[in-house]
T-cell receptor
Framework: DTAVSQTPKYLVTQMGNDKSIKCEQN?????MYWYKQDSKKFLKIMFS???????INETVPNRFSPKSPDKAHLNLHINSLELGDSAVYFC?????????????FGPGTRLTVL | GENVEQHPSTLSVQEGDSAVIKCTYS??????FPWYKQELGKRPQLIID?????GEKKDQRIAVTLNKTAKHFSLHITETQPEDSAVYFC??????????????FGKGTLLTVNP
């Protein structure tokens, strides 16, 4: 059983398009995250939701908009895609925001903007 | 906010040798320090973690040490094997101070184990 899943795995699109990435976790966790990993492998946090409530919003262009319809799902919508958005985007979850428990990552979505 | 520095950025060892990766953190309130391993094309996965009330933790060939006074922690891998080749990330987290609960990651170390 996949604990944290993401779709799609690969996404190739043209500059200026709008695209969405979906994430689901079946672990019963309260807290979910979106990370961006660029070509230098740095894991940069973008957003975090706790029980559908936004709790972390790092310095991210407002072209990126997360949405959490319920605590098992956290989607990421990106408007007007730019070349610099090309990266691997990882979803992650942990039991609660304020716990020492393991944080589980999804398999990643490789976004390529042409 | 928290800042985590990780060194070295790349590390190449011969199979059977030991590997050590070091991290420093800036926020003395940080109290949980996990290490993640990311193989090529895969997701990061937790390999070991340590809380601030412990100075050392071991799990077979890997160990983590923590020096709270100096605000640094290290990952030690003994008897390295080719399958240990991956990018390793350290991270710091604090369980206090409001709602900004997040792991702050180091920039990663690419470990290559040569057969």
């Amino acid at each position: 059983d996949t604990a944290v899943s993401q779709t799609p795995k690969y996404l190739v699109t043209q500059m200026g398009n709008d695209k969405s990435i979906k994430c689901e976790q079946n672990l019963g966790h309260d807290t979910m995250y979106w990370y961006k990993q660029d070509s230098k492998k740095f894991l940069k946090i973008m957003f975090s939701y706790n029980n559908k409530e936004l709790i972390i919003n790092e310095t991210v262009p407002n072209r990126f908009s997360p949405k959490s319809p319920d605590k098992a799902h956290l989607n990421l919508h990106i408007n007007s895609l730019e070349l610099g958005d090309s990266a691997v985007y990882f979803c992650a979850s942990r039991p609660t925001a304020h716990s020492y428990n393991e944080q589980f990552f999804g398999p990643g979505t490789r976004l390529t903007v042409l | 906010g928290e800042n985590v520095e990780q060194h070295p950025s790349t590390l190449s060892v011969q199979e059977g040798d030991s590997a050590v990766i070091k991290c420093t953190y800036s926020d003395s309130a940080s109290n949980y320090f996990p290490w993640y391993k990311q193989e090529l094309g895969k997701r990061p996965q937790l390999i070991i973690d340590i809380r601030s009330n412990v100075g050392e933790k071991k799990d077979q060939r890997i160990a983590v040490t923590l020096n709270k006074t100096a605000k640094h922690f290290s990952l030690h891998i003994t008897e390295t094997q080719p399958e240990d080749s991956a990018v390793y990330f350290c991270a710091a987290y604090k369980n206090s101070g409001g709602s900004n609960y997040k792991l702050t990651f180091g920039k990663g170390t690419l470990l290559t184990v040569n057969p």
